[in-house]
């Protein structure tokens, strides 16, 4: 026998708690995990400049590092294809992303790849040079040296074949 009293199946305390049938539901977003939003909200860094360099800024960098929404961030601009700084990645890194797996991991990895490439690529091309320093240019270029001062010598040699080619048609055509 059971001694509970028996109870209305709500109470006053719980009417307030009901559904509203009124209210709108956005399925999508009581899936998503919750957060106070992205970190670069309300910042005034500039996120799409006129020119985009290889490397992410330092400042924006640190900002992406710690943004709560970083991986749908990622996500939404590679499958979006937008310009500018988005999740700590440059455009060229999210369209190599877009052919394989779309990680914050492999997005920092393309990141340090582009910091190695930017600050290492002087001194490895002076070091795989074929000859010394003071010796570049267009003879050694085409001997298959491309560090920089062969290449600037193979570019002028360029410039005074097409100057040369551009007289010798104006004088035969006079």
Request: net charge neutral; aromatic share 6%; charged share 20%.
């Amino acid at each position: 026998m059971n001694t509970f009293p028996r109870q209305a199946p709500y109470d006053e305390d719980t009417e307030t708690l009901q559904v509203d049938p009124a209210a709108s539901f956005d399925a999508a977003a009581s899936f998503l995990p919750i957060h106070t939003g992205p970190a670069c909200a309300g910042t005034s860094l500039d996120w799409v400049p006129d020119i985009e360099h290889p490397v992410v800024p330092a400042a924006l960098q640190r900002i992406c590092r710690g943004c709560p929404v970083r991986p749908a961030c990622l996500t939404a601009a590679v499958s979006n294809e937008v310009d500018g700084y988005w999740a700590g990645t440059t455009r060229d890194d999210r369209h190599q992303l877009a052919s394989g797996l779309v990680t914050v991991a492999a997005a920092e990895w393309l990141q340090l790849l582009a910091v190695a490439r930017v600050t290492l690529a002087p001194a490895c091309e002076q070091a795989t040079a074929l000859h010394p320093a003071e010796t570049a240019g267009y003879s050694w270029y085409r001997r298959g040296c491309r560090c920089p001062g062969c290449r600037a010598g193979n570019a002028a040699r360029g410039r005074q074949d097409k100057a040369r080619a551009r007289a010798k048609r104006q004088a035969v055509a006079a």
